[in-house]
């Protein structure tokens, strides 16, 4: 019995000391996925994964990222977890999560939306109907792409019910991500939101009715077809748009989903948006940050970027964004480690 309570112990000691050698850092690469027809954007897409390269401090654009750029990724990787920007964002805001998660083991995606990003929002002016339908579609093409890849379809760890596959979204890309997971929109929710709610939630609504937006449709619009992602096993949505949404969707959601709500969001106030997803998914797990504004889940950019809400990386007194995202990482791990493995 000693002999192999020792054996026990040697062996462990093995593992803990194999673990700490192979411990990951970030790598960084990007990838560009072809529109689906012709005429369809391609999406650019940062790829961040689990390499032994010591990361370097990089600038890119307003944000710094610690990663070793094209570094050779690790043999194998958790799983894929696909990341959404929020409206007029980029595949970078996000990217001290996106790291913590390659440290963490996985693969991470991160898009910049075609026809919603800082660069270009024609994507809303043509039409806000088309917005909600093609946002869940464009994050589907680049799973499509990826598990067709050569480089990455054999490094994406797999079960008997296929590829490991979650979602993380911010804002729009929190709506995004839970359209992934079934929730179907409808634009008529968002007319009438606009009409009866707009004093109450006056920036979303303000978004809504900018002249730069196109007019949501006065007559019905057409039903949307299948948006969910059966690929998708586990969804994280933080600070989500949430009134486009059915609550017969939402109830209907089973995937394990995380809800974050920024506590003092005057972007999406929480009662129409984060807390409303949160009481028509009853499966859903509702995670309040407190003291934190819209932008809380974003990196701070290195210059003042303006919005409808004030600087992007303003904070309000008291406000760690830091420190939270450092949190925000180690618990987008854990989540993904508990409903993927």
């Avoid at 529109?35 to 999406?43: E, H, K, L, V, Y």
């Avoid at 809303?124 to 994050?139: M, T």
């Avoid at 309000?316 to 420190?323: L, Q, S, V, W, Y």
């Amino acid at each position: 019995m000693k002999t192999c309570t020792r054996k026990l112990l040697i062996w462990l000691s093995g593992l803990l000391v194999t673990t700490k050698i192979l411990a990951a850092q970030a790598g960084w690469a990007q990838m560009v996925v072809p529109g689906a027809t012709r005429d369809d954007p391609s999406t650019i897409v940062a790829l961040y994964y689990p390499t032994q390269t010591t990361p370097s401090r990089v600038a890119m654009g307003p944000y710094v990222l610690h990663v070793a750029i094209q570094a050779p990724p690790d043999p194998s990787v958790k799983g894929l977890i696909v990341l959404s920007h929020g409206m007029g964002g980029s595949e970078l805001c996000h990217s001290s999560l996106a790291e913590a998660l390659a440290r963490a083991g996985y693969l991470v995606a991160a898009l910049r939306h075609p026809g919603d990003n800082w660069q270009d929002s024609s994507l809303l002016q043509e039409s806000p109907a088309r917005y909600f339908d093609v946002r869940p579609r464009q994050v589907s093409g680049v799973i499509d792409a990826l598990l067709l890849d050569p480089k990455w379809k054999d490094r994406i760890a797999r079960d008997a019910k296929g590829p490991r596959i979650g979602a993380v979204g911010h804002s729009a890309g929190g709506y995004t991500v839970l359209a992934l997971a079934g929730g179907t929109p409808d634009i008529a929710r968002l007319v009438k939101h606009f009409k009866e709610h707009a004093a109450e939630d006056p920036i979303f609504s303000g978004q809504g009715r900018s002249p730069h937006a196109a007019a949501p449709p006065a007559a019905p619009a057409p039903a949307y077809g299948p948006l969910q992602d059966r690929r998708i096993r586990a969804v994280v949505a933080m600070a989500p748009i949430g009134v486009v949404l059915t609550p017969e969707s939402l109830a209907r959601i089973t995937v394990p989903t995380v809800i974050y709500e920024a506590e003092s969001d005057r972007f999406l106030v929480p009662r129409f948006h984060a807390e409303w997803i949160a009481q028509n998914m009853p499966r859903a797990e509702l995670r309040r940050v407190p003291n934190a504004w819209h932008f809380a889940f974003l990196d701070t950019p290195s210059q003042p970027i303006p919005t409808p809400d004030g600087d992007i990386g303003a904070n309000p007194p008291g406000f760690d964004r830091t420190a939270f995202l450092a949190k925000l990482g180690i618990d987008l791990a854990a989540f993904f480690d508990r409903t993927l493995q």
